[in-house]
């Protein structure tokens, strides 16, 4: 593999959102869910550094993906749940409280659930993720520090495996206890919610069930064979020249970038990509302070702002088949995005438009201004 020094950092998405959205168990004394909740989420904005998430969303979308094609798991259960985790997925991990409500969202709706039964399971969730981070937060912000600046430095693929492999097996075994809690909580949750369903509820939610234990298995099973050393990005639904290729993604973003014996780390990339809508924010923000826009014109461009990724949203709706087949490393120049690259475009004009006069003719507007972290578009 090719300039494998720059290289720096990786871990499988999979370890970090496993930590994430795993239940944990219940303490004696439950914290205040929502200041807990809102500390988890600011710890893993730290997931960040690996770059835009909708990038390594759809990594994990295409995965998980072939984790059922392979597993031959094409049941309507089966179907509804790879739906749900595909969806969960696409919601960074930082922002819980949306993907929360994103759940609780799709079981009302899958067991036509009534208020009650509604709030009861969301409330469940929060207290057991709250007291999660409690118990564990030293092993999970641990752990989310380690795997977004780790160095790797194997000069070839494989001794990049046997090194990834000796750290995903020291990961697991790492979180242990955590994922011991996880796997006792989701039984007191899922319990207590089966508990209060009617007989027509329960007998939906039994197919589903038996989804639910097939994915336990095959997860157990693979937390096995990487504690045992033996990660392989294939039963992830990863080719080695994928995953070898997305850790060269990754490695462009963050901290930990530094090309080994230059002594200098590389500039930040932008934060904001003209295919990925909800960059876009970024961009705004930084127009707004290069062109010292008042609070009149940074409320028009925040207006321009959510009409045109609503627009884009759409657009990438619709064709999200079409770009479920492309692979993420070439979706941003896929014919199919062309709309998207234009409704960016608009979003500079128009943001250019709202500049007064002295706005303008003033030399230093257009110039960007260094951002914490280094880098300019």
């Given at each position: 593999?090719?300039?494998?020094s720059r290289?720096?950092?990786?871990a499988?998405?999979?370890?970090a ?8 168990a219940?303490a004696?004394?439950?914290?205040a869910?929502?200041p ?16 835009p ?7 994990i ?8 094609e ?27 409280f ?7 969202s799709r ?22 993720t709250a007291t ?15 795997q977004?600046?780790?160095?790797l ?11 990834i ?5 020291r990961w697991?075994q ?8 996880a ?25 589903d069930?038996?989804?639910?234990d ?16 033996r990660f392989?990005p ?12 997305w850790?060269?993604?990754i490695?462009?973003?963050g ?17 904001w ?11 705004v923000?930084d ?7 008042d609070?009149?014109q940074i409320?028009?461009?925040d ?57 303008k003719?003033d030399?230093?507007s ?12």
């Amino acid at each position: 593999m090719q300039d494998r020094s720059r290289i720096r950092r990786a871990a499988h998405v999979g370890w970090a959102m496993g930590v994430l959205v795993s239940t944990p168990a219940a303490a004696q004394e439950p914290p205040a869910t929502a200041p807990s909740l809102e500390r988890l989420a600011k710890t893993a904005e730290g997931l960040a550094q690996w770059g835009p998430w909708e990038e390594q969303a759809a990594w994990i979308d295409r995965s998980m993906t072939r984790v059922w094609e392979r597993n031959g798991w094409n049941d309507e259960p089966d179907r509804f749940a790879l739906e749900t985790m595909r969806d969960v997925a696409a919601i960074p991990p930082w922002r819980i409280f949306e993907r929360l409500d994103f759940l609780t969202s799709r079981a009302r709706e899958r067991y036509d659930l009534t208020d009650a039964q509604a709030a009861n399971l969301k409330q469940s969730i929060m207290t057991e993720t709250a007291t999660l981070f409690a118990r564990h937060a030293p092993t999970i912000v641990r752990q989310i520090n380690e795997q977004t600046r780790l160095r790797l430095e194997a000069e070839d693929d494989e001794g990049l495996m046997k090194e990834i492999q000796g750290n995903v097996a020291r990961w697991m075994q790492d979180t242990e206890p955590l994922h011991r809690d996880a796997m006792e909580a989701f039984a007191r949750v899922t319990s207590a919610f089966e508990s209060g369903l009617t007989p027509e509820q329960k007998q939906k939610f039994a197919a589903d069930r038996r989804m639910i234990d097939k994915l336990t298995r095959h997860g157990e099973q693979l937390r096995a064979e990487g504690l045992a050393g033996r990660f392989d990005p294939e039963a992830w639904g990863m080719s080695r020249e994928e995953f070898t290729g997305w850790l060269r993604e990754i490695s462009l973003h963050g901290p930990g970038n530094a090309r080994r014996g230059e002594g200098a780390v590389a500039a930040a990339p932008p934060r904001w990509l003209a295919h990925v809508p909800s960059t876009w924010r970024y961009y705004v923000e930084d127009a707004t302070q290069r062109f010292s826009f008042d609070a009149a014109q940074i409320k028009a461009a925040d207006s321009i702002l959510a009409e045109l990724a609503e627009r884009a949203d759409r657009h990438l709706l619709a064709q999200r088949k079409v770009l479920d087949t492309v692979d993420p490393a070439a979706r941003a120049s896929h014919e199919a995005m062309k709309p998207v690259l234009d409704l960016f475009e608009s979003l500079k004009t128009r943001l250019d438009a709202l500049k007064r006069r002295e706005q303008k003719d003033d030399p230093s507007s257009g110039t960007p201004r260094p951002r914490p972290g280094g880098g300019t578009p």
